[in-house]
């Protein structure tokens, strides 16, 4: 078993997304979660996941419970140690410090020796107290109270290596997606090494770029020669060979999203960020048909989809072919909400297994992918 520190603000949502990489994603308090097993390569390309920790123990949020949990669970480790300890997003109370303090003396009466700088072994202890989120789409998420401290060694934790700001970018139109959101997406839709993710309007290029980041192929198409162009500046700035590693395959075109240049079942992923009303140009199409046909021609070619926009579509999506697996909604600012849809085509429904249904390894880990 697995504790998973969450990032952002919306458990729910950064559940959803860790779950493409653990098995049975359980919310247990603010920022915390429980999984079963964990694929660690991908829990390294997360974005709303900061890290997952072999679990040691459970307790109360409370400094003497956590030492004497310490001093009661089996420790499987030898070599050097370090704790960290972390109030998660404030809630509990604790002075961390005491925590570290204390929990520290007790792995040194156990035969440990402490290296603040290059231990070992990490141990880490998140405390969080507070009410649970409730959302449908998240097992454990019942809305009640939490009190708890999750001891665990570190084993994995997310790189976090984004794509630069979309203003640092060498192409870049306001509006752009933050890095952050279109690595979760794209994550959502299933990008992974050997797997290709769709958008077929990609503007900038963010959600395909993030997905070419973790290993995917990349396809992207835009109705603007000036988008598709664009796009293209980008990939060549950041999904480039090294001498360490050669880029994915990425492919740009100037397309319309209700009529792709696509064979049926052409990719494994589609993620796209849909026209906001009045505040985009949209060639040809009243944007209902526009999203309409997007919809369509992403349940010919991908069996899985994610879908966000200013607007819940989950009507049209149905109609289009899909279930939806869950329906987010994410404040980005006073004027606007983002609406996300996490899509399953309806023919695939309890068929193909996502990667968090993968069987885990007997000491709870999961195949790795890469």
């Excluded at 649970?132 to 790189?159: K, T």
């Excluded at 993710?197 to 959600?207: E, F, H, I, K, Y």
């Excluded at 109609?319 to 399953?344: I, K, M, P, Q, Y």
Aim: proline letters at 6%; charged letters at 25%.
């Amino acid at each position: 078993m697995y504790w998973l520190e969450l990032a952002g603000e919306t458990d729910a949502f950064a559940a959803r997304e860790a779950a493409t990489a653990a098995t049975g994603v359980d919310l247990l308090a603010p920022g915390i979660a429980r999984t079963g097993g964990i694929d660690g390569a991908h829990v390294r390309r997360l974005a709303y996941t900061r890290a997952a920790h072999d679990a040691v123990a459970r307790t109360d949020a409370d400094v003497d419970a956590a030492v004497a949990a310490l001093r009661a669970a089996p420790l499987d480790r030898s070599g050097s140690v370090a704790v960290r300890a972390r109030d998660v997003r404030g809630t509990s109370g604790v002075s961390t410090e005491a925590v570290e303090r204390e929990l520290g003396s007790v792995l040194v009466d156990r035969g440990f020796d402490v290296d603040l700088d290059d231990p070992d072994h990490v141990l880490r202890a998140l405390f969080a107290a507070g009410p649970r989120a409730e959302h449908d789409a998240v097992a454990g998420a019942d809305g009640g109270d939490a009190d708890l401290c999750a001891l665990g060694w570190v084993a994995a934790e997310a790189a976090r290596d984004f794509a630069p700001d979309p203003t640092d970018r060498p192409f870049f139109q306001p509006g752009s997606m933050p890095p952050v959101d279109a690595r979760a997406y794209a994550n959502l839709a299933g990008a992974a090494p050997g797997r290709t993710l769709l958008d077929p309007m990609c503007g900038t290029g963010g959600l395909p770029l993030e997905a070419g980041l973790v290993g995917a192929d990349a396809v992207a198409c835009d109705a603007q020669a000036k988008m598709a162009d664009g796009a293209r500046r980008n990939f060549r700035a950041y999904l480039a060979d090294d001498a360490d590693a050669p880029s994915p395959d990425w492919h740009v075109a100037r397309g319309d999203a209700t009529a792709l240049p696509l064979p049926d079942d052409a990719v494994d992923g589609v993620a796209f960020d849909a026209p906001y009303g009045r505040q985009s140009k949209i060639a040809r199409h009243e944007l209902a048909d526009l999203v309409a046909g997007a919809l369509a021609e992403a349940a010919r070619v991908a069996p899985r989809a994610v879908l966000i926009a200013d607007r819940d579509w989950r009507g049209p999506a149905r109609d289009a072919g899909w279930t939806v697996d869950a329906a987010f909604e994410r404040r980005v600012h006073r004027s606007l909400t983002r609406h996300v849809l996490v899509l399953r085509r309806e023919a695939d429904a309890g068929g193909e297994a996502d990667p968090a249904d993968i069987s885990p390894d007997a000491d709870g880990s999961l195949p790795d992918r890469e």
